[in-house]
T-cell receptor, first 115, second 115 residues
């Protein structure tokens, strides 16, 4: 596709449920990032992939959060046993690693509401 | 660790006026990139302008320009001839050279352009 695609756009989960958020990056982009954006705040870095390798997961808030990118393209962010504090917009971004641009292109995000 | 500070939570100007959004940052890095992103209600982050720290010349993109003061660690965004479509959240962001640990964002400034 032309841009970064994220699905679903909205997700409502009951506390304790597991959720999976999908990101489809721009074709050919090697780097993929996940961010968490709480209401009224700027996005905060969660994790980074270079192809299928997860090179940095220092931003994941707990071991309930897990991300994967098995074939170096589509990525999934999974949250187990969701809590109310997990309610946020989850943004995915991709970039062409190695270029001088270092520009990240963002998807429209998934708004997760945990009840 | 890097920090980005945006001290103006909200600004409002009349259409066609010029407005400046402020951003300061703190880092021990010498080589890095700075960005301004726009986030309309659709939630998709859109790159407005980008500056490489090693370049002394301020970046310009049509009606958007920056005032980059490396020694002062300041990176303000000027919007000339503001338009109704400029209404959005604006985020200042920092990225180390290499970019593997993602973008560090400020809390954002809500810019409102009044007709």
């Amino acid at each position: 596709g032309a841009g970064v695609s994220q699905s679903p756009r909205y997700k409502v989960a009951k506390r304790g449920q597991d959720v999976a958020l999908r990101c489809d990056p721009i074709s050919g982009h090697v780097s993929l990032f996940w961010y968490q954006q709480a209401l009224g705040q700027g996005p905060e870095f969660l994790t980074y992939f270079q192809n299928e390798a997860q090179l940095d997961k220092s931003g994941l808030p707990s071991d309930r959060f897990f991300a994967e990118r098995p074939e170096g393209s589509v990525s999934t962010l999974k949250i187990q046993r969701t809590q109310q504090e997990d309610s946020a917009v989850y943004l995915c971004a991709s970039s062409f690693f190695g270029g001088t641009q270092n520009i990240q292109y963002f998807g429209a995000g998934t708004r997760l509401s945990v009840l | 660790a890097q920090t980005v500070t945006q001290s103006q939570p909200e600004m409002s100007v009349q259409e066609a006026e010029t407005v400046t959004l402020s951003c300061t940052y703190d880092t021990s890095e010498n080589n890095y990139y700075l960005f301004w992103y726009k986030q309309p209600p659709s939630r998709q982050m859109i790159l407005v302008i980008r500056q490489e720290a090693y370049k002394q010349q301020n970046a310009t993109e049509n009606r958007f320009s920056v005032n980059f003061q490396k020694a002062a660690k300041s990176f303000s965004l000027k919007i000339s001839d503001s338009q109704l479509g400029d209404t959005a959240m604006y985020f200042c962001a920092f990225m180390k050279q290499g970019g593997a640990d993602g973008l560090t964002f400020g809390k954002g400034t809500h810019l409102i352009i009044q007709p």
